[in-house]
């Protein structure tokens, strides 16, 4: 999945590979999009973010999808710090800092990081764009579990990985996958618990003065799974309020814990 860094309108001043005395290399490493100042620029994949500030590159957002680095150029200004970022997200806005002549947006893909070392390392976006370079689903793991539902099973299979028998590139694009599952999966998950844990917490403080039996109803309409449960008794145990009436909270929250997990 990609996008391109730029909504339309944009126009293409030069294309991937084409002779550019400006280049490192001789030639262009990526594609450039002419488009007024200060236009959105947009993450094309989903990744890690790293922004830097280069004297050619100017202000310079990478993006490291598992497999390649995105390197996006000649931003007027960061709109985002770094971390985990979406495809289509804004990362930037659009300018001419660095090396650079006009208001555009490179957009380059490399193999081997922010500064890459040779023209070999770059491919042509327009193909990422067409899906040249999807991966296939990498087959389950022996002895592991391939689909990553939790963070702790994300964690896993990335220690898994590590010790799997093969040379460090064939582990290389697993490990990638593991790390794009967690935050694809994992980790709107976990932001998720805690805004629920959030919700919890104001639900019960504002049904203090109500019998136990109705902060039950109003907990249980809340959590939906077992995870959040064991953090729910946690949270109660800092909320204000009657220790008895606390106490039927915390009994009812372990009871639906056991129906879920410690059947037979
Ligand atoms: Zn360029």
Do not use: C
């Not at 064939?170 to 935050?183: D, H, L």
């Not at 994992?186 to 109705?214: C, F, G, H, I, M």
């Not at 949270?235 to 129906?259: M, Q």
């Amino acid at each position: 999945m990609s996008r391109r860094p730029v909504d339309s309108p944009y126009q293409i001043t030069t294309e991937f590979g084409v002779p550019d005395s400006y280049a490192k290399f001789g030639r262009h490493s990526g594609v450039d999009y002419a488009v007024p100042l200060n236009r959105q620029i947009f993450a094309p994949v989903s990744g890690t973010l790293t922004n830097v500030v280069s004297p050619t590159g100017g202000n310079m957002g990478v993006i490291f999808d598992g497999r390649f680095y995105h390197r996006l150029m000649h931003n007027n200004s960061f709109s985002r710090g770094n971390g985990a970022v979406s495809e289509g997200n804004e990362v930037a806005k659009a300018g001419t800092t660095g090396l650079s002549t006009g208001v555009h947006s490179h957009w380059d893909i490399n193999t081997q990081g922010t500064y890459p070392t040779s023209f070999a390392a770059f491919i042509p976006p327009a193909d990422f764009l067409a899906g040249k370079y999807n991966q296939v689903t990498p087959p389950p793991v022996a002895g592991g579990n391939n689909m990553f539902n939790t963070e702790a099973e994300v964690i896993e299979a990335y220690l898994l990985l590590r010790g799997t028998p093969g040379t460090a590139a064939e582990r290389a694009p697993w490990i990638g996958q593991s790390k794009q599952r967690f935050f694809v999966v994992a980790k709107p998950e976990a932001d998720s618990t805690r805004k629920q844990l959030a919700d919890v917490k104001v639900a019960l403080a504002n049904l203090q003065a109500k019998p136990p039996t109705t902060v039950i109803k109003e907990v249980i309409k809340i959590v939906d799974r077992p995870v959040e449960v064991i953090k729910i008794q946690e949270v109660i145990k800092e909320v204000p309020g009657p220790v008895d009436e606390k106490a039927t909270v915390v009994g009812v929250l372990k009871r639906f814990w056991d129906s879920l997990f410690k059947k037979g």
